[in-house]
């Protein structure tokens, strides 16, 4: 089996993680090493033959989407101890996501999603069914789905 390939994106979370460690962060050091420890689980998880991507190496999106799925879980859980009452955990689960969105890239504004998802429906008619696909493919990784849904939803109606 070859060597696996690092990215840019893990390069400079290792580098990000040596900081951390010199300045002895631990709220970073755990989230970093928990984005590590995510991009090792999927390369293992790769070796399965029963995977869909088997013996596919990691690419740079596939850990940016990594690093988004952890974003909204964090996300998720901040909220949920919020609704518990345990503000502490939510907040440090919070610090947890924000420290994780600096990795990912710059997210599109409301007026450059609205502007691309016009085109978009321009291009495929007002039908929500073929709209929402292309937008999808469109703004992957560069804006909130929900977001993406909200605008498709007015501007199809």
Do not use: W
């Amino acid at each position: 089996m070859s060597e696996p390939t690092t990215s840019a994106l893990e390069e400079r979370l290792k580098t990000d993680l040596k900081d951390a460690m010199r300045a002895r962060d631990q709220v970073r050091v755990d989230t970093i090493r928990l984005a590590l420890n995510a991009f090792h689980q999927e390369e293992v998880a790769r070796t399965d033959a029963k995977h869909r991507q088997h013996r596919q190496p990691l690419t740079e999106t596939d850990r940016i989407s990594l690093i988004e799925r952890q974003v909204k879980q964090r996300e998720e859980a901040a909220q949920i101890f919020r609704s518990a009452g345990r503000t502490e955990s939510a907040d440090k689960e919070e610090r947890e996501a924000a420290i994780l969105k600096s990795y990912l890239p710059a997210q599109l504004s409301e007026d450059e999603l609205r502007a691309i998802i016009t085109a978009i429906v321009a291009r495929e008619g007002s039908d929500f069914k073929k709209v929402m696909p292309a937008a999808v493919r469109e703004t992957k990784g560069r804006a909130d789905g929900r977001s993406v849904q909200q605008i498709v939803r007015e501007l199809t109606s």
